[in-house]
């Protein structure tokens, strides 16, 4: 982000949103190393056992946080775009609605809702037809994985309404 005086010359400006991204970034690579550190590794006869893949990460996010820090000194972010807060608090309101009702209204209408949430988002306005399309949709995904995968997914009085 420069800005450009009277003089002509462009003058550099830390981003600072990128510094506090590249902090966090950092914070999370040693959270990830200091967790790997933690594992009990059993006698392996290799060098790779469970703690490999999450130190892996951590160097390659550290690797990103020291990349981030260098092109936010240097100014040269492109122009971050505005976000609009409608579409974003639709779907996070979504998401938050299927956490709390998973495990009250089963898998289907939970996430049917949050289908119906994030059609909204993304413009859709006719909750009577995206609710119910996103109902049926979850429906089918529940009785795929819960019924032919056999994986464990929360069930509600629609899914025990066919499968007891």
Known sequence: ?????????????????????AIALAVLAGVIAWDASTLRVTANYSGIGPQTFPYVVAAFLF??????????V?????EREHDEIGPIAWIVGGLAAQM?????????????LLFAAT?????????YLSIPIGIVLSYVVWVLF?????LSLPAGPLENLLFK
Do not use: C, H, Y
């Open 1 to 21: 982000m420069s800005e450009t005086p009277l003089n002509g010359r462009k003058e550099r400006r830390p981003d600072w949103a990128a510094l506090l991204i």
């Open 63 to 72: 690797i990103l946080a020291i990349w981030t820090v260098f092109e936010a």
């Open 74 to 78: 240097r100014g040269e972010f492109p």
């Open 100 to 112: 709390m009702l998973l495990n009250v209204a089963g898998f289907s209408i939970a996430t049917g």
């Open 119 to 127: 059609a909204r988002g993304f413009g859709q306005r006719k909750f």
């Open 146 to 150: 819960a019924k032919l995968l056999q």
